[in-house]
């Protein structure tokens, strides 16, 4: 059977450095890409197997119907699983539209848990799962509410899942960065209505980020965080009351 790695969200930002720099230890017959620009991922190659690309809108359901006929029609040992689709959007709840907040539970929630439920069948012993989460997931966030509670859910359940599939020899990381140098605030910030994030206090290097999450994911890690500042606040998130985080957060960056 051959074996194969789906990688989503693999034509920009961390997902694309994950692509870039995956380890010298993987090899695969093929690695499936998905995104929804087809030019970016045919352009993608690698030394670990044969690109495949497959342009996908995740957000549609239709989306999720066309990778399931493909894992039946070709019926392949499933190694790697890496989950990067997603976005963001902040702002008053209010303010920001509605499409955009549901998308959000849409690629972010939804399409994450059903595509690492169609291909758990078609792993075996072995086999790694990468949620891509993020420190926001570890406390709410006023302003940024929405976006960080689906990257809550994404940790709770990278968490649960690797102890549920611990007993196969699977292993589940979930990767938790901070503010990265990417283009996610390209989207997640309306111009036109001021900056929700005036003060970032740290920016990581996606490279780096994506080195220390495949490190981590080898050692078998359940949270992989990059950089002594999201460190910090993870730790922060444990022992803080609720209140006393969101409204630090709002006065670091004069939103209230």
Known sequence: MKTIAIMTGASSGIGYKLFSTMPARYKFDEIWVIARSKDKLEKLSSTKGKVVPIPLDLSD???IGVL????KEENPVVKLLVNCSGYGKFGKTEDIPLDE???MIDLNCRALT????IALPYMKKGSEIMEIASVAGFQA??????????KAYVL???????SEVKKRGIKVTAVCPYWTKTKFFDRAEDGEKGKTVKKYFAVYDPEKVAKRAWKDLEKGKTVSSYGAFNKFLVFCAKILPEGIKTGVWKKSQGLE
């Open 141 to 150: 966030i006023p302003y940024i509410n929405v976006y960080a509670a689906t």
């Open 156 to 162: 709770s359940f990278a968490r649960a899942l690797k």
């Open 68 to 71: 399931i006929d493909k894992l």
């Open 101 to 103: 907040t549901l998308g």
């Open 61 to 63: 359901n239709r989306s």
């Open 114 to 117: 059903a595509i690492t439920h």
